[in-house]
């Protein structure tokens, strides 16, 4: 009974903090009272309850309540006795780096994969995964491992960007990046676009948002995905 | 006695493999008759062979031979017979997994600091600074320690981006990323254009190439230095 919104992006151009998900989450979210925040990953460095703030202020729109985990003297038991889960962006290194440190990564995926709901974006999308190999973040601390929780048998490419034809830039494409991870690796990895997130019903995960996604498979060309597509093992296989 | 080139990039936009660079280099390897490529980092995912290749077509203009360490048993003794090296770019988390790997980066950091001349651009730059925590790369491989050669006081930022005021985008900007990285960490790091490279003699780090670089140490405003500047200790803090 997994369920979970896996968003690319909190924040779509021209539009408040979640706004653009928010009609989705009233429903998602429907009977729950109160959301757990896992503020661990700080975009822009700013603090644990600066960045709680922000997801109240939020959540307020739809009636919801929200703590952050380091409003609790005990992490894991925060975890234990939550009813649902919001994990936001920022770095994918301090974030991971500070579910391992605290020790609540398998406690996270295990309250998961017993159904209570998860909602993440960006960051917190990329732990869905299995690895957290292909963030586009900065490596700015030195996690003890990459591995994610495996909630999806896929990785996430968040706030996935097509090449730009008109670029004089000589870094690699984020297609290029993706291509090289698969002279590594077998992992099929999954490009959302901004404004594009997956809904995940147990094992059922359905491409939502106006636009595409980009497939990336080990040895094979890369494809596009409607939106709406069922991603089901033949998909990724 | 160290002596190094630390570019930001192998290639500027349209001109050949290192072309910018080769009046610089036939100076630089001037009385140098064969050079040892480390050709760990990959770009593309091309094998060593193919990268050893086009190191070699490009260094044949300035009648230097390139020879690739993975054609040697013992890549720790290719390394310590070495007359001078070029480490190229790619992926700097594949390119430092391997130098740990084969245990070669002690060794490496200390025939440069006893005056061996390295050319690195890109990855290769990187790992001349303290960490590879300012890589712009995917990370692809999970390497033993994020620590690199220290060879230089601070860190490299390669490829450096300014700000796009147009982007749609919500991904973070360069400059975000690293003041996060100054949240966890305190050591200076230097954004460096393309175009752009360091030369280094001894403790003199001269910024060179047509564009100034952008300075960010922690706690203070990043500061555009111009071209020729010499970077010493009063500069970094």
């Given at each position: 009974m997994k369920r979970l919104i896996v968003a690319s992006t909190s924040t779509v151009h021209g539009s408040g903090y979640l706004e653009y998900l928010l009609p989705e989450l009233t429903v998602f979210f429907s009977n729950i009272e109160t959301i757990l925040f896992i503020p661990?990953?700080?975009?822009?460095?700013i603090s644990y309850?600066?960045?709680t703030s922000k997801a109240k202020e939020a959540f307020a729109k739809i009636n919801i309540e929200v703590k952050g985990i380091h409003e609790f003297d005990n992490p894991k038991e925060a975890i234990s006795e939550a009813k649902a889960f919001?994990?936001?962006?920022?770095?994918?290194?301090?974030l991971v780096n500070q579910l391992y440190k605290n020790d609540v990564i398998d406690i996270l995926r295990s309250r998961v994969e017993s159904g209570i709901p998860y909602f993440g974006t960006s960051a917190g999308s990329n732990i869905c995964g299995i690895t957290?190999?292909?963030?586009?973040?900065?490596p700015i601390v030195y996690?003890?491992?990459?591995?994610?929780?495996?909630?999806?048998?896929?990785?996430?490419?968040a706030h996935y960007l097509d090449p730009d034809p008109s670029s004089k830039h000589m870094g690699e494409t984020r297609e290029t990046r993706i291509k090289e991870f698969h002279v590594f690796n077998e992992t099929p990895v999954l490009g959302l676009r901004e404004g594009s997130?997956?809904?995940?019903?147990n094992n059922e995960t359905k491409l939502k948002g106006e636009l595409p996604?980009?497939?990336f498979r080990k040895g094979?060309?890369?494809v596009e995905l409607p939106t709406e597509t069922k991603i089901r093992r033949e998909t990724l296989s």
């Amino acid at each position: 009974m997994k369920r979970l919104i896996v968003a690319s992006t909190s924040t779509v151009h021209g539009s408040g903090y979640l706004e653009y998900l928010l009609p989705e989450l009233t429903v998602f979210f429907s009977n729950i009272e109160t959301i757990l925040f896992i503020p661990y990953a700080r975009p822009g460095g700013i603090s644990y309850s600066e960045y709680t703030s922000k997801a109240k202020e939020a959540f307020a729109k739809i009636n919801i309540e929200v703590k952050g985990i380091h409003e609790f003297d005990n992490p894991k038991e925060a975890i234990s006795e939550a009813k649902a889960f919001f994990t936001g962006g920022g770095n994918t290194f301090e974030l991971v780096n500070q579910l391992y440190k605290n020790d609540v990564i398998d406690i996270l995926r295990s309250r998961v994969e017993s159904g209570i709901p998860y909602f993440g974006t960006s960051a917190g999308s990329n732990i869905c995964g299995i690895t957290m190999m292909n963030t586009n973040d900065m490596p700015i601390v030195y996690p003890p491992s990459f591995d994610t929780m495996g909630l999806i048998p896929f990785n996430i490419n968040a706030h996935y960007l097509d090449p730009d034809p008109s670029s004089k830039h000589m870094g690699e494409t984020r297609e290029t990046r993706i291509k090289e991870f698969h002279v590594f690796n077998e992992t099929p990895v999954l490009g959302l676009r901004e404004g594009s997130w997956l809904e995940v019903f147990n094992n059922e995960t359905k491409l939502k948002g106006e636009l595409p996604a980009r497939l990336f498979r080990k040895g094979r060309e890369a494809v596009e995905l409607p939106t709406e597509t069922k991603i089901r093992r033949e998909t990724l296989s």
